[in-house]
C-alpha cells in the first residue's frame, strides 16, 4: 500500500517538473583503498603539550597493551578519549567527495539484504563509530543520498526489511516505560537520540519520498515495540501516542506534496520551510504575480490524504503545462487566506526582483501599488518601514554619497544615469509618502496584532501532555499545519519594526527631493550640511531616529537654493520647497521678479499674476524698468543715428533715470541678464507700478515721469521708422 502511494508520488514530483533533472550526477572518487579509508580516522597522537598525569596514563595503557590486560580496540579507545581527539578526520567533513565515498562505503551494505544488517553494526561498533556524535547524520546523508527508485525498494516494513531492522536499536532506546497519568490526556513516549535527529533530519528534508519512508518504518516499528511491551508488562506501559510523531510528520510530508504539485515546485518545500510558512507563500506570491494577467478557470482540486485529488490534476496538467493552483492552495488551508499577509510577500518578492534587476523600475512600481492596498494601518506601516530598510535605503544612500562627492569636488569613478537615478527616487518619495499618509491619518502608534504560537513539528520533541486520543491529535495538525501566515519570517521581522516618528519621515522625504534636484540640475549640487545641518542622512533605522532641529542659517539656505533651482528647473524647484515645507507665495514673487530682470515678462507675469504684491515688491519691479530704460537711454546716446532724436527727450528725466538717485535704484541683475529690454514692456511695466504706488508718493512720481518718457520715446521711433 505505501508502495503504491508513494510511486505515485514520485510519478507526480516528475510531472511537476519545469524542466527535467540534469543527468550529470556529481563526481566522486572511485578508488577507496585501505590508505584512503584510514586517511578517514584521526590517529590518536601524544599532543605537546599533554600534563604529566596524562603522559602516565598513556604509558600505563600502553603497558596493559603489552601484557594483553586490554586490547587493541580497547587501548585505542582509551588513547582517543584520553587525547579528546574524534574518532573520525575533522577535514572529513569538509571534503565532500572523500566524505560522500567512506559513507558510502559503511553504509552502502544496508541496502542489500536483512543479513547484512548485523555485520554492518558488528564492524561500527569495532570502529567506535557509533560512539561519534555524527553518526546518526552519516547514515541519513547516505540514505538521503540514494536514488528515489532504490529507496522505494525499502518500503517493507516487515522483520526481513533491512532498514526496519537497521533502526531497531534506536527505537528500543526509547524511555519506557510509558504510563498514562491522566485519562483525558497523554505524553509522547521520549525518543533516543538517534531517533531525534533523524525526526528533525526528515522534517528539514525536501525529499519527500526519502522522509516518507522513514518515517513509515519508525512509526511501525515504534508502534510494535510499544505492543510488545504492553503484552509482556500486562497494560502497565500503554501504546497510546506510539509512533504518533511520525504519522504526523507522513500527514504533513502529505500536505508538502500536495503544495509541490498545485504550485510546481518538487523539491523545494520541506515539513520545515512549510513551518516558517515563508517559502509557501513567497511561492504563493509567484504564482498569484505571473498569473495575474492570464485569464482561464482554475479548477478546484481539495486536498485529500489519500490523494484522489491527483487525478484531476494530472489530467489539468496534459491540457495546460503551465498551469498552477493556487487557489486551490488558498481554499484547501483557510490558515494561509490572509489578504495584507499575501499583498506583502508580493510586494517583497517584487522588490527582491527588482533589487536583482534595478534597470526594471516596474517591479518596484507594482510593489508599490500592492503596498498601497493593504488595509491594515499597522500591516502597512510596517512593511513600509521594512522595504525602506531592506531595499529602499542602501540605494538612496549611494546616490547621495555620489552628490556629497561631487559637491566637494571629488575625483569620482563611477557616473550616474540620470533618468533611472530620478524614476528611482521618485519611487523612493511615492514610498515615503504613503508612509507619511498612514502616520497623519491613522494612530501613529498602531502597530501589528500579536499572534499566538504556531503549532509546530517539533514540538512533539517536547514534552507536552497532550488533549483526546491520537486521532485527535491528528486531527489538530491537519485543521492548523501549515501555520497561518501570521507564523512567517517576514510576519515576525513586520512584528519589530519600532514606531517611526512623522518627523523623521517628513526629514527623508526632503533628502529625496534634494537629490532629486541634484540629479536634475546638476550643478546646483551643494554640501548638505548646509541644506541639513548635522541631521542623520539614510543611515541605518534612519526613520526611527527624531531628526535634529535647523537653525535659520539652514532655513534660508533652503530659500535661497528653491530659488536656485526655479531658474533652471521649475517643478523640480517647487517639488523642493513643497518638501521643505517652505511658503510659497515670498518664493513666488522673488522668482517672478527674477523673471522680470531677465525679461521674460509674459512668465512673470504668469507667476505673479495672482498674488498680493507687497510695496517692496512693487519698488523692484519699477527698479527693473527704470534700469531697462537707463540701458536703452545710455545705448541710444552712443550711437549718432539716435543723437537728434535725444535731443526732443525730457533732459531731467533722462538725467534722473541714468543716475544713481533715489527712488527705484538701478537693479544690478537687470544688466547681466537682459541683454535686450524691451521698452514697450518696460511701458507696460510703469502702468501696472502706477497703480500699485499711492498717487501721493514720490514713486508714482518717478513712475508718471518715466511713463511720459516712455511714450515720448515711442512716438519719436514711430516717426523716424
Known amino acids: 500500500m505505501v508502495l503504491k502511494k508513494l510511486q505515485h508520488w514520485n510519478k507526480c514530483l516528475e ?43 598513556l604509558f600505563l595503557c600502553l603497558q596493559r597493551y603489552y601484557k594483553r590486560d586490554l586490547t587493541f580496540v580497547e587501548c585505542l579507545d ?33 541496502a542489500t539484504s536483512v543479513f547484512a544488517v548485523q555485520s554492518v553494526q558488528s564492524i561500527h561498533e569495532t570502529l567506535q563509530l557509533p560512539s561519534t556524535k555524527e553518526y546518526t547524520i552519516l547514515f541519513l546523508e547516505w ?35 510509558h504510563t498514562l497519568e491522566d485519562e483525558a490526556s497523554f505524553t509522547l513516549p521520549e525518543m533516543s537520540e538517534n531517533l531525534k535527529i533523524v525526526f528533525e533530519y526528515c522534517r528539514a528534508s525536501p525529499k519527500l519520498v526519502h522522509s516518507y519512508i522513514l518515517a513509515n518504518h519508525i512509526d511501525i516499528g515504534t508502534k510494535n515495540h510499544s505492543l510488545a511491551l504492553q503484552e509482556s508488562t500486562l497494560g502497565q506501559i500503554s501504546i497510546t501516542g506510539a509512533g504518533l510523531r511520525w504519522r504526523v510528520l507522513q500527514q504533513c510530508l502529505s500536505h508538502c506534496f500536495y503544495f509541490s504539485c498545485l504550485l510546481r515546485i518538487p523539491g523545494k518545500l520541506s515539513v520545515q520551510s512549510l513551518e516558517g510558512v515563508d517559502e509557501l507563500l513567497r511561492a504563493v506570491a509567484i504564482v498569484q504575480l505571473h498569473q495575474a494577467s492570464q485569464e482561464f478557470e482554475e479548477p478546484i482540486l481539495e486536498f485529500d490524504l489519500e490523494d484522489t485529488w491527483t487525478e484531476e490534476w494530472i489530467k489539468q496538467l496534459d491540457s495546460n503545462r503551465g498551469i498552477r493552483f493556487v487557489s486551490s492552495v488558498l481554499l484547501a ?27 526594471q523600475m516596474s517591479y518596484l512600481e507594482m510593489a508599490l501599488d500592492e503596498i498601497s492596498n493593504i488595509e491594515r494601518s499597522g500591516w502597512k506601516k510596517a512593511l513600509l518601514v521594512y522595504i525602506w530598510e531592506s531595499f529602499v535605503r542602501v540605494h538612496i544612500g549611494s546616490i547621495l554619497a555620489y552628490w556629497v562627492d561631487v559637491a ?32 497623519t491619518t491613522n494612530d501613529p502608534s498602531t502597530r501589528m496584532e500579536v499572534f499566538d504560537d ?73 554640501p548638505m550640511k548646509k541644506l541639513f545641518y548635522n541631521a542623520a542622512l539614510c543611515e541605518p533605522d534612519g526613520l526611527t531616529i527624531l531628526p535634529i532641529s535647523m537653525p535659520s542659517t539652514c532655513q534660508q539656505e533652503r530659500y535661497n537654493f528653491v530659488l536656485r533651482l526655479l531658474r533652471e528647473d521649475v517643478p523640480v524647484g517647487f517639488s523642493v520647497a513643497n518638501a521643505f515645507d517652505l511658503p510659497l507665495d515670498p518664493i513666488k514673487k522673488d522668482h517672478g521678479v527674477y523673471l522680470y530682470q531677465c525679461g521674460l515678462d509674459n512668465k ?16 523692484r519691479l519699477g527698479s527693473i524698468a527704470r534700469t531697462r530704460l537707463a540701458l536703452v537711454l545710455s545705448r541710444m546716446r ?68 518715466m511713463v511720459v518718457l516712455v511714450k515720448s520715446l515711442l512716438d519719436q521711433l514711430k516717426v523716424k521708422q
Open 78 to 110: 582509551q588513547f582517543h578519549t584520553l587525547l579528546e581527539i574524534p574518532i573520525l578526520q575533522p577535514s572529513l567533513f569538509q571534503a565532500k567527495v572523500n566524505r560522500g565515498t567512506f559513507i558510502n562505503f559503511c553504509f552502502e551494505p544496508l
Open 604 to 619: 512673470g507675469e504668469e507667476v505673479l499674476g495672482n498674488l498680493v504684491l507687497e510695496n517692496d515688491i512693487s519698488e
Open 638 to 705: 552712443s550711437r549718432a543715428e539716435y543723437a537728434a532724436l535725444m535731443t526732443r527727450m525730457p533732459a531731467d528725466v533722462c538725467t534722473w533715470v541714468c543716475s544713481n538717485e533715489p527712488p527705484l535704484l538701478q537693479d544690478k541683475l537687470v544688466h547681466e541678464l537682459d541683454k535686450a529690454p524691451s521698452i514697450t514692456a518696460t511701458f507696460v511695466i510703469l502702468q501696472q507700478c502706477l497703480q500699485w504706488f499711492p498717487p501721493t508718493t514720490l514713486q508714482h512720481k518717478k513712475c508718471n515721469s
Open 143 to 177: 540514505y538521503f543520498s540514494l536514488p528515489t527508485t532504490k529507496v522505494l525498494e525499502m518500503t517493507g516494513t516487515t522483520s526481513s526489511s533491512p532498514l526496519q531492522r537497521w533502526l531497531q536499536p534506536w527505537i528500543h532506546a526509547g524511555s519506557y516505560p
Open 333 to 359: 488551508f483557510r490558515q494561509l487566506q490572509h489578504a495584507d499577509a499575501l499583498k506583502c510577500f508580493r510586494a517583497t518578492v517584487l522588490c527582491g526582483a527588482w533589487h536583482s534587476d534595478r534597470s
Open 408 to 439: 566637494s569636488g571629488r575625483s569620482l569613478n563611477k557616473g550616474l544615469q540620470p533618468s533611472i537615478a530620478r524614476h528611482f527616487l521618485n519611487l523612493g518619495r511615492q514610498l515615503l509618502d504613503l508612509l507619511e499618509i498612514e502616520l
Open 454 to 526: 504556531p503549532l509546530r513539528t517539533d514540538q512533539l520533541l517536547d514534552h507536552i501532555a497532550w488533549t483526546g486520543t491520537d486521532t485527535d491529535v491528528l486531527a489538530l495538525y491537519a485543521s492548523q499545519w501549515p501555520p497561518r501566515c501570521e507564523a512567517s519570517v517576514l510576519a515576525a521581522a513586520l512584528q519589530k519594526v519600532p514606531i517611526v516618528p512623522l518627523p523623521a519621515v517628513q526629514l527623508h522625504c526632503q533628502i529625496l527631493a534634494v537629490l532629486d534636484a541634484f540629479t536634475a540640475v546638476p550643478h546646483a549640487a551643494m
Open 15 to 57: 510531472l511537476a517538473r519545469q524542466s527535467p533533472p540534469s543527468p550529470y550526477t556529481s563526481a566522486t572518487n572511485e578508488s577507496f583503498g585501505c590508505l584512503q579509508f584510514l586517511d578517514c580516522f584521526s590517529i590518536p597522537m601524544r599532543k605537546s603539550n599533554v600534563s604529566l598525569d596524562s603522559e602516565r596514563t
